[in-house]
T-cell receptor, first 112, second 117 residues
Framework: NAGVTQTPKFQVLKTGQSMTLQCAQD?????MYWYRQDPGMGLRLIYY???????DKGEVPNGYNVSRLNKREFSLRLESAAPSQTSVYFC???????????FGPGTRLTVT | AQSVTQLGSHVSVSEGALVLLRCNYS??????LFWYVQYPNQGLQLLLK????ATLVKGINGFEAEFKKSETSFHLTKPSAHMSDAAEYFC????WGGGTSYGKLTFGQGTILTVHP
């Protein structure tokens, strides 16, 4: 039981490049989330998926898109990376929206 | 909308001393409250949570927190700090019961705990 897994662990992009961050959970959870973590700002919600087939914007969605591929997988795409998107990205999942969230190990992204 | 304020971005204690990390929240209705811990280069791990019922909640690793509605606080404590407690701690609030904020966690800025020998 791996919990929440994320790939890649590290990534360096040049401004304007695109990439997709992958997230998968094996806990049969319905809800999944993407956060970014920046120093002194805690974690901020980018997008979430309350259940398979639905996605909604969080606090900081600009510059990102998401896909809930199936119940297990939830990907985050940067279409045209900007230095302001340099951050650590965390995926999380929960059984239902009101339950506690379980976090993956994170992806450290640097945009130059 | 809900918000969370953690008082003190850095807290330093000696091994064996009391740990007190402060969290105050703002919410239009009584929220669910959480404390998470993050060790270096790792994801967040749930320490404890308050949903309903007993206002003093116990978590992992000897931590506990008390929900005080009148003070809108949810401070985290541990009677005796251990070197392994050094980490960053996040308080978070969640509204429940419907509405646009339903099921979304709002995090505080984090408090880095340093434990000295």
């Amino acid at each position: 039981n791996a919990g929440v897994t994320q790939t890649p662990k590290f990534q360096v992009l040049k401004t304007g490049q695109s990439m997709t961050l992958q997230c998968a959970q094996d806990m049969n959870h319905n809800s999944m989330y993407w956060y970014r973590q920046d120093p002194g700002m805690g974690l901020r919600l980018i997008y979430y998926s309350a259940s398979e087939g639905t996605t909604d914007k969080g606090e900081v969605p600009n510059g990102y898109n998401v896909s809930r591929l199936n119940k297990r997988e939830f990907s985050l795409r940067l279409e045209s990376a900007a230095p302001s998107q340099t951050s650590v990205y965390f995926c999380a999942s929960s059984k239902l929206p009101e339950y506690e969230q379980y976090f993956g190990p994170g992806t450290r992204l640097t945009v130059t | 909308a809900q918000s969370v304020t953690q008082l003190g971005s850095h807290v330093s204690v000696s091994e064996g001393a009391l740990v007190l990390l402060r969290c105050n929240y703002s919410s239009s209705v009584p929220p669910y409250l959480f404390w998470y811990v993050q060790y270096p280069n790792q994801g967040l791990q749930l320490l404890l949570k308050y949903t309903t019922g007993a206002t003093l909640v116990k978590g992992i690793n000897g931590f506990e927190a008390e929900f005080k509605k009148s003070e809108t606080s949810f401070h985290l404590t541990k009677p005796s700090a251990h070197m392994s407690d050094a980490a960053e701690y996040f308080c978070a609030v969640m509204l429940w019961g419907g509405g646009t904020s339903y099921g979304k966690l709002t995090f505080g800025q984090g408090t880095i705990l340093t434990v000295h020998p």
